[in-house]
């Protein structure tokens, strides 16, 4: 049975923001909310946490999770980032948006496309989310509560309790979420392509 932390969304309470940090470092699976929809997220080098939350989607090993990042700077730390995509990446960060951006070497090679090398980055909008990347200092390895089956996310704490109890260690109630996944950007190429059109706007000068 996974713990339940209500978490006020406009301004977290630091003392629940330490006991999910905790949770992520000893190597958990952890439900909490971003700025798009409720989210699964675990520590960057967790790699049986990763194994879960592809489990939990039913996702094989062709689905790379995104790297949840605090801000820009941390994106650079994990992509490859040239000024026509550094401006792109300022004006939507924070926000809906997803990246696929060419991968660093301090990116692990499992979550590196095998033929791209290229890893899904994302900056959240979002109080309790922020809180709890500063906190941690490292990205969450993460990937939208989209269960299969379901057309749309879940968003409600209580079913995502009834069906997630047995499979996360904790679940973190941020109030409701929106129910649209990130809108996701390719930005490997000169010219930025719309991969996925989600909550976010498509900015001026992406291709559709």
């Known amino acids: ?17 330490q006991q999910v940090v905790e949770v992520v470092q000893d190597g958990g699976v952890i439900v909490y909310p971003t700025d798009s929809c ?21 996702l094989d090993e062709q689905y790379h999770l995104t790297l949840v990042c605090r801000d820009l700077s941390e994106i ?4 490859k980032v040239g000024n026509t995509s ?20 301090e990116v692990p090679r499992r979550l590196q496309h095998p033929k791209r090398k290229s890893v899904g980055l994302r900056v959240p909008d979002h109080p309790i989310t922020q809180a709890m990347l500063k906190s941690l200092g490292q990205p969450l390895m993460s990937s939208s509560l989209e269960m299969p089956g379901d057309d749309l996310p879940l968003t409600d704490i209580y079913e995502i ?48």
Do not use: W
């Open 1 to 17: 049975m996974s713990r339940v932390i209500e978490i006020h969304p406009v301004d977290p309470q630091p003392r629940l923001i």
């Open 38 to 58: 409720y989210a699964l997220g675990c520590a960057i080098g967790n790699k049986s946490g990763m194994e879960r939350i592809r489990r939990i989607r039913q």
């Open 76 to 79: 650079a730390t994990y992509a």
């Open 86 to 105: 550094y401006r792109l990446l300022k004006s939507l960060t924070p926000g809906p948006y997803a990246f696929l951006l060419k991968a660093t070497h």
């Open 161 to 208: 309790q009834e069906r997630l109890s047995s499979q996360v260690d904790l679940i973190i109630d941020g109030g409701p979420c929106g129910l649209e996944p990130t809108t996701v950007i390719d930005m490997e190429s000169d010219v930025p392509r719309l991969v996925r059109r989600g909550k976010g706007e498509v900015p001026p000068g992406v291709e559709e």
